[in-house]
């Protein structure tokens, strides 16, 4: 009878050892291995930072970039950018002291065309779990200003159009639209197709939020807002570092990066963000990715002080403004 047991004990450990295995299989492959479904092939469009080719990609759209400003009667500093296309300026702003202390940054950005703000995907490809730090992709596009986008890539849904093509089709939440004319839209992804919004002139579509600021009024109460309905959907109205973007007038935009998690700064609630967003003069203002993603890009620079330690969290997508063609 004790032999029978003894027989079955091998028997009971391989069936877990099997079990656990495809449970960990199937958590790597939602959201550890890479998944590549649409490879872009033309960098203007959409770039990012693959490290076996990261060094030669940066020095040619620096030599891009360079010649770009040359013909744009460019000047600059640390905070600054002005040219014939574009007016950047970046200032920092710090507010409470002590354990509510928050400091965060305030990019103006004035653009000539509304193509001038545009998106770029890491390592050139759209799919789950590709990723690249915000200056690795903002540095191979060429790009003067950058913040981290909506982090498509952990997720499998919402409406995802890239500098004009449709790359997603999976209405979920809040969405936020960039427009031909130089105008920001938020909308529910359930009210609106992708069609629609593809002719009415969105160029690019991120699927995140909150809506924070809409018609120029504060979008509601936060307290019971969440992301992701997928593995670890909770909420994220308590402080936290932050990344918003808003649009004040047609072809004037404001970037928002708020630090958190350090002494420096305790970061923001979604409520404060809304309120700061509309304080700057938003008429439209959206959340984007926040927590250790929450990166601004200048000049080749991190701005800000991303994940309180002064180190990037590899993301799914930026957006960035840049010369024009």
């Known amino acids: 009878m004790r032999s029978k047991k003894k027989r079955k004990w091998p028997v ?61 009667n460019v000047t600059s500093d640390d905070w600054n950018y002005k040219s014939d296309d574009l007016d950047i300026s970046i200032k920092q702003v710090v507010t409470g002291s ?12 004035v653009v000539d065309d509304a193509t001038d703000l545009k998106s770029a ?10 990723t690249d730090t915000t200056s690795n992709i903002a540095s ?8 981290n986008g909506d982090y498509y890539g952990f997720r499998d849904d919402g409406v995802i159009i890239r500098n004009g093509t449709l790359y997603r089709d999976e209405p979920t939440r809040d969405g936020m639209a960039l427009m031909k004319g130089g105008t920001m839209k938020t909308y529910d992804e359930t ?15 991120l699927s995140f939020g909150p809506i924070l600021v809409q018609n120029g009024e504060i979008a509601g ?35 928002v990066v708020v630090d958190g998690r350090s002494s420096e700064s305790r970061g923001m609630t979604l409520s404060e963000l809304a309120q700061t967003m509309q304080d700057l003069g938003a ?4 959340n984007l990715d926040g927590g ?21 969290r590899a993301v799914s997508d930026i957006l960035y403004v840049a010369e024009g063609e």
Do not use: C, W
């Open 12 to 72: 009971i450990v391989l069936v877990i050892v099997l079990v656990l295995g495809t449970v960990l299989y199937s958590l790597a492959n939602r959201y550890l291995i890479p998944h590549v479904e649409v490879a872009v092939v033309d960098s203007t469009l959409s770039s990012g930072g693959g490290s076996s080719n990261s060094d030669s990609g940066s020095a040619a759209t620096t030599i891009e970039t360079t010649a770009a400003a040359a013909q744009a």
């Open 98 to 109: 002590g354990s509510d202390q928050i400091t965060y940054y305030v990019a103006d950005v």
């Open 121 to 130: 995907l890491a390592n050139n490809s759209f799919g789950t779990n590709i």
């Open 140 to 147: 191979n596009a060429g790009a003067i200003l950058a913040i």
């Open 191 to 205: 009210t609106i197709s992708s069609s629609e919004l593809l002719a009415e002139g969105a160029l690019n579509t």
């Open 221 to 255: 109460d936060f307290s019971s807002v969440s992301i992701d309905k997928n593995f670890g959907n909770r909420s994220i109205q308590s402080a936290n570092p932050r990344t918003a973007i808003g649009m004040i007038s047609a072809n004037h935009y404001v970037f």
């Open 283 to 286: 008429t439209e203002a959206y």
């Open 292 to 312: 250790g993603s929450s990166t601004m890009y200048f000049m080749g620079r991190v701005v800000n002080n991303p994940q309180g330690e002064n180190k990037e």
